[in-house]
């Protein structure tokens, strides 16, 4: 009997995340494909160790000579961002993932990454509504309309899952990274 995957409850979680999304972005009639814009530009920052795991096990499966060129890639980014913090500059470097314009890790993106692009809302404790635009790509299909985008209850579930992890593997540290840095 084959023995599960740690990544079992992460994997299905994604799956309900991706089919959300692609339903939400088809009322808009907007796709994913790359743009001026481009969203891995964005230093998006990673808050759980469940993820990072699941993100490290896929770069794990690249040939040697696609790990040691993104990890080059990786370093690079993190030389750029100290540099940008330490000018107070803002700063968009391209995800060392990204190659040719698509993302190498791309199964085992991060939530943030599954979740960028189209209009979206996040209820917070106290009952807050934050709600966010989506990207530039899609700003023409956007405007004027919102069809519903809860991120609610996977940031909820994630929550649970990263619980679990961290109780199963003794971590306790909380993680603020980007792809680059979860690379190294």
Not at 19 to 36: I, R
Not at 37 to 65: I, M, V, W
Request: charged fraction near 25%; glycine fraction near 8%; include cysteine.
């Amino acid at each position: 009997m084959k023995k599960p995957s740690p990544f079992s409850s992460l994997i299905l979680l994604y799956e309900k995340m991706d089919a959300a999304w692609n339903e939400t972005a088809e009322k808009y009639g907007f796709t994913c494909n790359g743009c001026s814009d481009n969203c891995c530009e964005t230093l998006f920052f990673h808050h759980t160790h469940l993820e990072k795991a699941y993100l490290r096990q896929g770069f794990k499966r690249l040939p040697l000579s696609r790990r040691k060129e993104m990890k080059k890639k990786a370093r690079h980014v993190i030389q750029t961002m100290a540099g940008a913090e330490e000018k107070k500059e803002a700063l968009r470097i391209m995800c060392p993932a990204n190659e040719k314009g698509r993302c190498t890790l791309y199964g085992f993106r991060p939530m943030i990454c599954r979740l960028h692009g189209i209009p979206h809302e996040l209820k917070r404790p106290g009952g807050q509504v934050t709600k966010g635009p989506g990207c530039l790509a899609g700003e023409s299909r956007f405007s004027g309309r919102y069809h519903p985008f809860d991120r609610t209850p996977f940031y909820r579930e994630m929550s649970l899952l990263e619980m679990q992890y961290c109780n199963a593997h003794g971590k306790t540290a909380r993680i603020k990274q980007t792809i680059a840095q979860m690379l190294i």
